[in-house]
């Protein structure tokens, strides 16, 4: 059986996925752990298309869940992912990662208990959820990524 978290850290340490001249590979980060987990969904998909490939869940294999379930699941070994559209980012493209199989960690941004995620973007690493999604409303209040889970 593979790993999530060995997957998670082969995604991290690979340098064909760090930022190069402004550009992010968030997308084919996820895919690749997705391929290694078994889901072949996100072939060439950007991440606002992934993050839709989830939320519309045509392939019945997606259940969006909250934080501590996304987690739950990540520690069982399965897949995991946290997303956010560019629409609610207010960027010109959306952002994905996975969720890392260890324990939730306060965030003080949120001020709950977040997942820690195998992030692959602006920066790369493992960091709470609230790290790689630092978005705020137009209010000024923080919000938090949508979490799915991967039954396949």
Request: charged fraction near 20%; include cysteine.
């Amino acid at each position: 059986m593979t790993d999530i978290k060995d997957v998670c850290d082969a995604a991290l340490n690979d340098p064909s996925f760090k930022p190069k001249k402004g550009t992010t590979y968030c997308n084919l980060a996820v895919d690749w752990i997705a391929d290694q987990m078994g889901c072949t969904e996100f072939d060439g998909l950007m991440a606002d298309e992934i993050y839709q490939t989830m939320l519309t869940n045509k392939s019945g294999k997606w259940a969006k869940v909250d934080a501590s379930d996304a987690t739950i699941w990540a520690l069982s070994n399965g897949l995991a992912i946290a997303g956010l559209p560019s629409q609610r980012l207010g960027e010109a493209h959306g952002h994905v990662c996975v969720i890392y199989a260890v324990s939730m960690e306060p965030s003080s941004s949120l001020g709950h208990d977040v997942p820690m995620v195998a992030n692959v973007g602006k920066s790369v690493g493992v960091m709470r959820s609230s790290q790689a999604f630092p978005v705020e409303d137009p209010s000024g209040k923080s919000l938090e990524a949508d979490y799915f889970t991967y039954a396949g």
